[in-house]
């Protein structure tokens, strides 16, 4: 396995801070809110050694800084970003993973960018449109919960109970961090309750055109988060496009929690796809 080359690419209103590390086709792992590169730290290694692996922090995110901080969160913006990496680095059609708003961004990058894109693998994207309307309202009143419970009573708070709401604890996130990684994560988990979840909450998809790329789209879910919206939000997904759900080991941040596991799932997919 090659060393990881960390670089910069600049966007249209921001400066992507990412990461490169392998050899082979290029797979390209795009974060979920409070995120950046770093959450991928325990299965990357584990997929260099097969791929070319890009993590990055996006925009608005850590490393990332946007040059108006005042900047509307837009799905579509972060997938150009992604569309803009990917033409940065490589002609040929990249292997995606998307995990929860990550996900978002990969189906929107995917309908709208579909020659950049081999294989999109979304991990419980919080897609509720997809969802039955019963459903579909719960899941909104839980986001709009996140809001409430944000201005109300704080940014941990708030967070907390969100990830009770999506069957996680705050020890699935927790990593040894330095104090830079640390003030990252506050600066991060303030974006994400003050603009994208609110961004998720508001974005709407043309399903008709996810038609049009079933083939490149493999919907995935945490064994363990079967009872939870964004897994439901998966198993609809699969259920619209005529496909089967694909399980990866632990919960909605499987890839934090049970690393080697959620990498040779990831492998293993992947394979199948070559």
């Known amino acids: ?23 082979g086709p290029l797979l ?3 974060h979920g809110g409070n995120g950046n590169a770093d959450v991928y730290h325990g299965i990357v290694s584990r997929l260099a050694e097969d ?14 800084k946007l040059e108006d901080l005042t900047e509307a969160y837009s799905i579509e913006t972060q997938s150009d970003d992604a569309h803009r990496l990917l033409a940065a680095l490589t002609a040929e059609p990249a292997y995606v993973f998307g995990s929860s708003s990550g996900a978002v961004i990969g189906l929107d990058l995917t309908a709208r960018y579909p020659g950049q894109v081999r294989t999109l693998i979304p991990h419980e994207p919080p897609l509720l449109q997809i969802l039955p309307e019963a459903e ?17 009573e704080g940014a941990i708070p708030a967070f907390m109970k969100f990830n009770s709401a999506l069957g996680m604890g705050m020890n699935d996130q927790s990593q040894q961090l330095s104090a830079e990684q640390l003030a990252w994560l506050g600066l991060n988990l303030e974006y994400f309750l003050a603009r994208e979840a609110p961004g998720i909450r508001r974005y709407i998809l043309d399903p008709a055109i996810l038609k049009t790329v079933t083939s490149q789209i493999l919907p995935a879910g945490g064994r363990t988060s ?21 399980e990866f080991p632990g919960n909605h941040i499987g890839y934090v929690t049970a690393p080697r596991e959620f990498a040779a799932k990831l492998r293993e997919i992947l394979a199948g796809q070559a």
């Open 28 to 30: 390209l792992l795009i």
């Open 51 to 64: 791929y070319t692996v890009v993590t990055y922090d996006r925009r608005g995110h850590s490393r990332s």
């Open 226 to 246: 079967r009872e939870f919206f964004p897994y439901h939000c998966s198993a609809a997904l699969a259920d619209y496009l005529g496909t089967k759900l694909v």
């Open 136 to 152: 579909r309202v719960q899941a909104q009143k839980i986001l709009g919960s996140l809001e409430e419970h944000y201005h109300s």
């Open 1 to 23: 396995m090659s060393e990881t080359a960390n670089r910069t690419l600049q966007v249209l209103g921001a400066k992507l801070y990412y990461k490169v590390c392998g050899s």
